[in-house]
Antibody
Framework: QVQIQQSGPELVKPSQTLSLACDIS??????????WTWIRQSPSRGLEWLGR?????????EYAASVEGRLIIDSDTSKNRVSLQMTSVTLEDTAIYYC???????????????WGRGTLVTVSS | DIQLTQSPPSLSASLGDRVTISCRTS??????LNWYQQKAGEAPKLLIY???TLQGGVPPRFSGAGSGTEFTLTISSLQPEDFATYYC?????????FGQGTRVDIK
């Protein structure tokens, strides 16, 4: 049974760096049929795709324009972990952060079939 | 970015009712459209992918239809556990985007 365990601080000060980890069991982070994604949810922005990493002969990273330059999504194959680092956080970054697995269906139709439980991150001084 | 507009934003329904939620996209996405259910305090749960394919373990009272820019999620007979918020999401390109959600509550 595949499981995602999220960890990381729930309170971050403005201008500091938010770091979250996503530990995966029952699947391999470098599996070529998976992409590992961070999504956040807030009342003001709804569900927002932040970015993803996936392995296809080499590691690839894609980010939403709204956070590009502040966000790094990385993988650690020795720990079977995906991580998120967001720099220079502001109050607007307060949200529930989810790690999710994206898998391919038919053709190009991908979907998020597995989600972590979410981490409520509050940015406050 | 592809915009997804859901309607209605919320609805009230009774047990046994047939409920239909719509999702319109700002450009054609073929059938690359997924539906999720989210209950309070939980992560979203995949219901339907590729517009019409039911995810394993999801009851057959849920169904999806559509292609191009117009999609629907239908619950044929509303059950107590179906009161939740429903989201559509596209996988046509990146960034993936979601609809703003449709909340289904008890009349």
């Amino acid at each position: 049974q595949v499981q995602i365990q999220q960890s990381g601080p729930e309170l971050v000060k403005p201008s500091q760096t938010l770091s979250l980890a996503c530990d995966i069991s029952g699947d391999i982070v470098s599996d070529i049929s998976s992409a590992w994604t961070w999504i956040r949810q807030s009342p003001s922005r709804g569900l927002e795709w932040l970015g993803r990493t996936f392995y296809r002969s080499k590691w690839h990273h894609e980010y939403a324009a709204s956070v590009e330059g502040r966000l790094i999504i990385d993988s650690d194959t020795s720990k079977n972990r995906v991580s998120l680092q967001m720099t220079s956080v502001t109050l607007e970054d307060t949200a529930i952060y989810y790690c999710a697995r994206e898998r391919p269906g038919r053709g190009l139709s991908w979907y998020f079939d597995l989600w972590g439980r979410g981490t409520l991150v509050t940015v406050s001084s | 970015d592809i915009q997804l507009t859901q309607s209605p934003p919320s609805l009230s329904a009774s047990l046994g009712d047939r409920v239909t939620i719509s999702c319109r996209t700002s450009q054609s996405i073929r059938n690359y459209l997924n539906w999720y259910q989210q209950k309070a305090g939980e992560a979203p749960k995949l219901l339907i992918y590729a517009a019409t394919t039911l995810q394993g373990g999801v009851p057959p009272r849920f169904s999806g239809a559509g292609s191009g820019t117009e999609f629907t999620l239908t619950i044929s007979s509303l059950q107590p556990e179906d009161f939740a918020t429903y989201y559509c999401q596209h996988s046509y390109d990146v960034p993936r985007t979601f609809g703003q959600g449709t909340r289904v509550d008890i009349k």
